[in-house]
Every structure is written in structure tokens, then in C-alpha cells.
């Protein structure tokens, strides 16, 4: 491991001739870091379960020879300059757990084979040049527990990857998602859907310890639907004057925090509404 040092200038070919190095971490500090292409010769390390580059200045597209690296477990090449395609040689990863590749300039569609690496438990494409919907061919993900699509180019109807059961964190802020909240995130721990254009009642909200649904065309929960959050819940909608927080022994009982949402389309829990007309709607008994 060299990661975590000021380094800079190319990866020396030669680590290519550790034929038998199974860990290779050359992540950098944020602030300078290595670049060029990636050497060829790292195509040689077939032994390797772990690769770590984020956080540095790789540069071009990111190399097909990845994909015959088939022992890999842990791929995080995050904050780079990658750009194209991500490589459909990556395909062939099968042992994969880990692929982050956030903060990188890779565009085109999501590729339908990452629904094939079944053994991946995260999943980072957020902050990309990545575009379009996501492919039903995720639901093939069955161990994924957190997926991040922040930031991003995608759109239309989110699918309802329902055979995603361990998903614990799901995080889509920022893009152009619309229609209907798919009936898995309702399950899911920990969701963001804000800034998007999902449209519906917000009346069939889960019991998540933390679901985020500022800035989308949601219309407003009925006053019997805050009963339904779990105590200890928080239901986030922030409005433009900023996060407001209705705290209180009554309102407490049906959840810990709750707050208006800026485009909630229910004119009595518009961003106007005064606090206490709020708490008026809201109802425990």
C-alpha cells in the first residue's frame, strides 16, 4: 500500500511484475495524486482481490484489461478522470463486491451486465456523465445493500427492483427520475429521492429510519399518514426557508422530526403555512 501519500506523476509499469500481489492500494490524498493511463502491465496481476485508485488524476478510458482481473473483490477508482464507457469487460468480474466509480467523467447508459455481478453489495455511480433509465437488469443485484446514483443524468420512471432485499441505502438526489415512488423503496432503510419529479401521494410513506423527499412533485400526505412513521422516524421534506423542525410531545408520538416539502402540492402544507397550522393537520390519537 502506498495510498494516503502526497504522491504524483505516473504509476511506474514495473508493479505490474508483482504477479503476486493480491492488494494494491494507490489511492491519494485529493490534492495532487498520480495520473496518466493506467499501465498496461497491471494486466498481469491476476491474483489481485482489492485495487484502490481513487482519489487521484487517471486519465482516458478505463482499461478493458480490468476485466480479465477476475479475482477482483473490491474495484474503487472513484474521483479520476475516466471517461467513455463503462468497459463491458468488466462483465467477467463475478466476485466483484465492491465497484465504486463516482466523481469520474464516464458517460453512456447504465450497462445492463452489472445486473449479472450478483455478488456486489455496493454500488457507486453518482456524479458521472452517466445518463438515461436504470435497466430492470439491476434487480439481478440480490446481496447489493447500498446504491448511489446521486447527482446524475438519469431519468424516467425508476423501476421496482423488488428482488433487492438486503438494500439498506439508497440515495438518487438530483436527477430526473419521475412517475410514481417504486413500492421496494418502501422497505429500504435509508432513502433520498429528493430533487427529482416523482409524482403521487405521499400518503403510503414507510417506516424508514430516514426518507428524504424535498423538492419533487409529491402531494401531500393525509394527517393520519404520520401516524403510520415508526417512532424515532424521520420524514424529511425541507422547505425553501430552510429545514423547520415540528418538535413536541404530540407530534413526537407519530414521529421525531417532520417538516414541510417545498413542492408538497396540498395547499394546507404549502411552505407558507405557519408551524402551528402544521401541527394543527398532524393527528397521533
Known amino acids: 500500500s502506498i495510498g494516503g501519500n502526497p504522491l504524483d506523476g505516473a504509476v511506474p509499469s514495473s508493479l505490474g511484475s508483482l504477479v503476486n500481489l493480491v492488494s494494491l492500494n494507490i489511492a491519494g490524498t485529493g490534492e ?21 485508485l481513487r482519489n487521484n488524476r487517471f ?42 466509480l463516482r466523481e469520474t467523467a464516464l458517460e453512456g447508459e447504465i450497462p445492463t451486465f452489472l445486473g449479472t455481478l450478483d455478488k456486489l453489495t455496493y454500488l457507486s455511480l453518482s456524479d458521472t456523465r452517466l445518463y438515461g433509465e436504470v435497466p430492470k437488469a439491476l434487480n439481478g443485484l440480490v ?8 447527482n446524475g ?10 428482488n433487492l432485499k438486503k438494500l439498506t441505502e439508497i440515495d438518487l438526489t438530483d436527477n430526473y427520475f419521475s412517475g410514481p415512488v417504486p413500492a421496494f423503496l418502501l422497505r429500504v432503510k ?9 409524482s403521487g401521494s405521499a400518503a403510503a410513506l414507510p417506516c424508514s429510519d430516514q426518507f428524504s423527499i424535498d423538492r419533487n412533485c409529491l402531494s401531500a400526505a393525509p394527517p393520519s399518514a404520520a401516524g403510520s412513521l ?11 426557508a430552510g429545514r423547520q423542525w415540528l418538535l413536541g410531545r404530540a407530534v413526537g408520538r407519530a414521529c421525531a422530526c417532520w417538516t414541510w416539502n417545498r413542492c408538497l402540492t ?20
Open 230 to 240: 415508526a417512532r424515532g422516524a424521520r420524514l424529511i421534506a425541507t422547505s425553501s
Open 190 to 198: 435509508s432513502v433520498s429521492i429528493s430533487g427529482n419529479y416523482f
Open 32 to 52: 495532487d495524486g498520480v495520473g496518466g493511463p493506467l499501465p498496461s502491465s497491471f494486466a498481469n496481476l491476476k491474483k489481485l482481490k482489492e485495487l484502490y
Open 143 to 150: 446481496n447489493l445493500k447500498e446504491l448511489y446514483l446521486q
Open 59 to 100: 486519465n482516458g478510458k478505463l482499461p478493458d484489461f480490468i476485466g480479465d482481473l477476475t479475482n477482483l473483490e473490491q474495484l474503487m477508482v472513484s474521483k479520476n478522470y475516466w471517461e467513455g464507457p463503462i468497459p463491458k469487460t468488466l462483465s467477467k468480474l463475478k466476485k466483484l463486491k465492491y465497484l465504486g
Open 153 to 162: 443524468w438519469f431519468y424516467g420512471p425508476l423501476p421496482n427492483l423488488s
Open 266 to 285: 396540498h395547499r394546507l402544507l404549502c411552505p407558507s403555512a405557519s408551524v402551528r397550522r402544521v401541527i394543527g393537520l398532524l393527528t397521533t390519537s
